[in-house]
């Protein structure tokens, strides 16, 4: 009965090693994985700004020649401007005098499909 109680003495204290060992195991594992995603993480942020460095740098170069694009369009809307406004006082006296005279200068003349009625 000893060596019965003794054996299943063994088996418990093996099954407790065994149990020990995988929760150990499991330890190990988790520490892993997390370590897996830290770098992981660590490798997407590394990218993410590399490609984001690219983005700028295209970005600039893109902006640059825009921001040149928007000077011209400017200077050529400021000569227009200049232009416009030198045509309208060039013409403004002669276009006021020309609809003064429309409407100053009425001529009563009777209605070519006027008809009397007698």
Do not use: W
């Not at 892993?32 to 997407?44: D, N, T």
């Not at 045509?87 to 009777?110: G, H, R, T, W």
């Amino acid at each position: 009965m000893t060596s019965q109680s003794q054996g299943i003495h063994q088996l418990l204290q093996a099954e407790k090693r065994a149990k020990d060992k995988l929760e150990e195991a499991k330890k190990r594992k988790e520490k892993r994985l997390k370590q897996a995603k830290e770098e992981a993480m660590a490798e997407i942020d590394q990218y993410r700004m590399q490609r984001d460095k690219e983005f700028r740098l295209k970005q600039s170069k893109i902006m640059g020649s825009q921001s040149n694009l928007s000077e011209e369009v400017e200077e050529q809307t400021q000569g227009k401007i200049k232009e416009l406004n030198g045509s309208y006082n060039k013409y403004m006296e002669s276009v006021l005098k020309q609809l003064l005279n429309a409407v100053c200068d009425v001529k009563p003349e009777i209605h070519v499909n006027y008809r009397a009625t007698n």
